[in-house]
């Protein structure tokens, strides 16, 4: 332990899930409106939080966090915990606020440590790594306990004045990063436009000659075996595509298969190899691939099939260039739905195979460049990261 530090429990020297303070909302007018936080309030980064919204107090005297001026929050909760959710409340309307039942609050009212200090530390890798092992719960919901947080062992400077020494230099330092993070996410967005934008202005060419998909392509969907049956799906060695599996340009396998009977008792079918398949339900709708195994799908996903006028690559592009059109002509409430026969009327130049390979040559090389930008701006953003992880293992070690 360097010398002019010590090592305290948080739960010592601060408040960690302290209760409501009855002296400051026993007097409170029901119909007064209060501070509230939502959890999108709590934004990755940012020391401090401002609450977005008023409501009545009646509404949410209780059933909600409360909170005072100057508490950090945490969030409590998966995904919040582990992507560093927490932030120091400030400008709460008459010094209180209520938020998310899923925060933690801690309050520092000891006087031997400054929240600065302590917001900065749980911002360590550490605090998050460690307190991942510990969250508990079902059903995907796991969260932390508030005894993990008041049993954190923390480091810090007996002085004041050199806490507030250390929390400067960190402020400084993290906008530099900051900055340069921003900047390279602004280049990063950059280059994933620049190739979208060359896409589309390589398909507005207006000295072509236009025909649609329907009239140059034959195309088809597949189907769902009944899942009431078990003979169609275990031991199937078929290949079974869902419209969720279209994501990348070429598909080599699939999640699930089916077996022959499947085939046989339903709209499911064989596409070819080489087959373009577009996804028409879901999260994915509008997403575009070219299978490079034959397969079956499902009735989500509709196949362009392969012929003699247009090679798969330059189809492929086609619909790329237009997936914005289609996804904004999807219909349903629930998810977005592209009609196969949205998907036959999409606009296709008829032009020779030599030009088709030339254009998906050059685009062939952008797409690659772009993609390397891509990866270099991601290194940058995680390099940053990584940059403020290094940073804070000095500060807490004492070696600023």
Same mark, same amino acid.
């Given at each position: 332990?360097?010398? *002019?530090?010590?090592?305290?429990?948080?739960?010592?020297?601060?408040?960690?899930?302290?209760?409501?303070?009855?002296?400051?909302?026993?007097?409170?007018?029901?119909?007064?409106?209060?501070? #509230?936080?939502?959890?999108?309030?709590?934004? +990755?980064?940012?020391?401090?939080?401002?609450?977005?919204?008023?409501?009545?107090?009646?509404?949410?005297?209780? *059933?909600?966090?409360? &909170?005072?001026?100057?508490?950090?929050?945490?969030?409590? @909760?998966?995904?919040? #915990?582990?992507? *560093?959710?927490?932030?120091?409340?400030?400008?709460?309307?008459?010094?209180?606020? !209520?938020?998310?039942?899923?925060?933690?609050?801690?309050?520092?009212?000891?006087?031997?440590?400054?929240?600065?200090?302590?917001?900065?530390?749980?911002?360590?890798?550490?605090?998050?790594?460690?307190?991942?092992?510990?969250?508990?719960?079902?059903?995907?919901?796991?969260?932390?306990?508030?005894?993990?947080? /008041?049993?954190?062992?923390?480091? !810090?400077?007996?002085?004041?004045?050199?806490?507030?020494?250390? $929390?400067?230099?960190?402020?400084?330092? #993290?906008?530099?990063?900051?900055?340069?993070?921003?900047?390279?996410?602004?280049?990063?967005?950059?280059?994933?436009?620049?190739?979208?934008?060359?896409?589309?202005?390589?398909?507005?060419?207006?000295?072509?000659?236009?025909?649609? +998909?329907?009239?140059?392509?034959?195309?088809?969907?597949? =189907?769902?075996?009944?899942?009431?049956?078990?003979?169609?799906?275990?031991? =199937?060695?078929?290949?079974?595509?869902?419209?969720?599996?279209?994501?990348?340009?070429?598909?080599?396998?699939?999640?699930?298969?089916?077996?022959?009977?499947?085939?046989?008792?339903?709209?499911?079918?064989? &596409?070819?190899?080489?087959?373009?398949?577009?996804?028409?339900?879901?999260?994915? /709708? *509008?997403? @575009?691939? +070219?299978?490079?195994?034959?397969?079956?799908?499902?009735?989500? @996903?509709?196949?362009?099939?392969?012929?003699?006028?247009?090679?798969?690559? &330059?189809?492929?592009?086609?619909?790329?260039?237009?997936?914005?059109?289609?996804?904004?002509?999807?219909?349903?409430?629930?998810?977005?739905?592209?009609?196969?026969?949205?998907?036959?009327?999409?606009?296709?130049?008829?032009?020779?195979?030599?030009?088709?390979?030339?254009? $998906? #040559?050059?685009?062939?090389?952008?797409?690659?460049?772009?993609?390397?930008?891509?990866?270099?701006?991601?290194?940058?953003? $995680?390099?940053?990261?990584?940059?403020?992880?290094?940073?804070?293992?000095?500060? &807490?070690? =004492?070696?600023?």
């Amino acid at each position: 332990m360097k010398e *002019g530090w010590t090592i305290k429990k948080l739960g010592d020297i601060c408040k960690v899930a302290p209760s409501k303070n009855r002296a400051k909302v026993k007097d409170i007018d029901p119909l007064l409106e209060v501070s #509230f936080m939502p959890m999108e309030d709590l934004t +990755i980064g940012n020391k401090y939080a401002y609450p977005s919204k008023r409501l009545l107090y009646k509404d949410i005297a209780s *059933g909600y966090t409360y &909170f005072e001026e100057g508490d950090i929050l945490i969030a409590k @909760v998966t995904p919040c #915990f582990e992507n *560093g959710k927490l932030a120091i409340v400030k400008k709460l309307a008459h010094g209180i606020g !209520f938020g998310s039942s899923e925060y933690i609050v801690i309050r520092n009212s000891a006087q031997e440590i400054i929240s600065d200090y302590i917001y900065y530390y749980l911002r360590t890798d550490v605090f998050r790594q460690n307190g991942k092992k510990l969250m508990v719960g079902a059903c995907g919901l796991k969260r932390i306990p508030k005894e993990y947080i /008041a049993s954190l062992s923390i480091p !810090f400077p007996i002085l004041l004045q050199e806490q507030q020494r250390i $929390v400067k230099i960190l402020d400084a330092e #993290f906008a530099k990063i900051d900055a340069l993070k921003a900047n390279a996410e602004k280049s990063l967005q950059a280059a994933k436009d620049l190739f979208r934008t060359i896409l589309k202005e390589k398909f507005n060419n207006n000295s072509w000659q236009l025909s649609t +998909i329907g009239v140059e392509c034959k195309t088809g969907a597949g =189907g769902t075996p009944n899942k009431m049956y078990k003979e169609y799906y275990e031991g =199937g060695d078929i290949p079974w595509l869902r419209s969720g599996e279209v994501c990348s340009r070429n598909i080599y396998n699939t999640e699930l298969f089916i077996t022959q009977a499947g085939v046989d008792n339903s709209s499911a079918k064989w &596409f070819p190899k080489s087959t373009v398949v577009v996804a028409m339900y879901g999260a994915t /709708a *509008g997403q @575009v691939g +070219i299978l490079q195994i034959p397969s079956t799908t499902n009735q989500a @996903v509709c196949g362009i099939f392969p012929n003699k006028k247009y090679l798969p690559d &330059f189809i492929y592009y086609v619909i790329l260039s237009q997936k914005e059109y289609l996804v904004a002509q999807a219909t349903g409430n629930a998810q977005s739905n592209i009609s196969q026969k949205k998907i036959k009327g999409v606009s296709i130049p008829i032009i020779e195979i030599g030009d088709q390979k030339r254009i $998906v #040559f050059q685009l062939d090389n952008l797409d690659e460049c772009c993609k390397v930008l891509q990866e270099n701006y991601n290194k940058t953003i $995680v390099l940053c990261e990584d940059l403020k992880q290094a940073l804070l293992r000095k500060a &807490f070690n =004492g070696e600023l």
